[in-house]
């Protein structure tokens, strides 16, 4: 049973432009949601939150939008720049559960 | 440490042999996490240790896996009669508490597990 779904599994785009990277959940019951970003053999680092209590966050290049009367949400990642390829996981917690529960990823490749 | 310290880096066992992974968390974080990444998959919750409490054990996959955490540090996870369906990539990550989550977990660079 996967909570929490990313359907595409790769995303191909220009430099310069957006990237928007899909997540959807199924859970009510999860109150925080994150994206982490994965180089290959390095460990995934965190990248942004948000609250279920918002609709939105933003940090530098970086926007997470939350909708959760359709339980999606998405990271918009604009300029994109070549050093943003990399695996992208969206993670969500459990009402104040502490464990996250993860996407299978979206590798994200941004051409010059 | 700075980070997450994960030992060894790779691994390469026999099947039927046991094999045990350790996770040096960052100093001071109470929580402790272990997912795995199988290929081509994304990463699938294992076990969490938080301060004394019980572990959350509910995502270890069958009876062959368990994991200890000694002295509210250090944890080792132990994979018994190691299958080939055990190969993946084992990730420990650490957090300040489980209940704060502006910053999220700090993951190691992960054990690379290959069962031949």
């Known amino acids: 049973d996967q909570q929490v779904k990313q359907n595409s599994p790769s995303l191909s785009v220009q430099e310069g432009r957006i990237s928007i990277l899909n997540c959807d959940y199924t859970?009510?019951?999860?109150?925080?949601f994150l994206w982490y970003k994965k180089y290959p053999a390095e460990g995934p680092t965190f990248l942004i939150s948000?609250?279920?209590?918002?609709d939105k966050n933003e940090d530098g290049r970086f926007t997470v939008f939350l909708n959760k009367s359709a339980k999606h949400l998405s990271l918009h990642i604009v300029p994109s720049q070549p050093g943003d390829s990399a695996v992208y996981f969206c993670?969500?917690?459990?009402?104040?559960?502490?464990?996250?529960?993860f996407g299978q990823g979206t590798e994200l490749s941004v051409k010059p | 440490g700075a980070g997450v310290s994960q030992s060894p880096s790779n691994k390469v066992t026999e099947k039927g042999k046991d094999v045990e992974l350790r996770c040096d968390p960052i100093?001071?974080?109470?929580?402790l996490y272990w997912y795995r990444q199988s290929l081509g998959q994304g990463l699938e919750f294992l076990i969490y240790?938080?301060?004394?409490?019980?572990?959350?054990k509910s995502g270890l996959p069958s009876d062959r896996f368990s994991a200890e955490r000694t002295g509210g540090s250090v944890s080792t996870l132990t994979i018994q009669r190691t299958q080939q369906e055990d190969s993946a990539v084992y990730l420990c990550?650490?957090?300040?508490?489980?209940?704060?989550?502006?910053?999220?977990?700090?993951f190691g660079s992960g054990t690379r597990l290959t069962v031949v």
């Open positions: 990550a650490s957090s300040l508490m489980s209940g704060v989550l502006n910053y999220g977990y700090t």
């Open positions: 859970n009510s019951m999860f109150d925080y």
């Open positions: 948000i609250s279920s209590i918002k």
């Open positions: 993670a969500a917690r459990y009402n104040q559960g502490g464990k996250l529960i």
């Open positions: 100093s001071g974080h109470t929580a």
């Open positions: 240790f938080q301060g004394n409490s019980a572990p959350d």
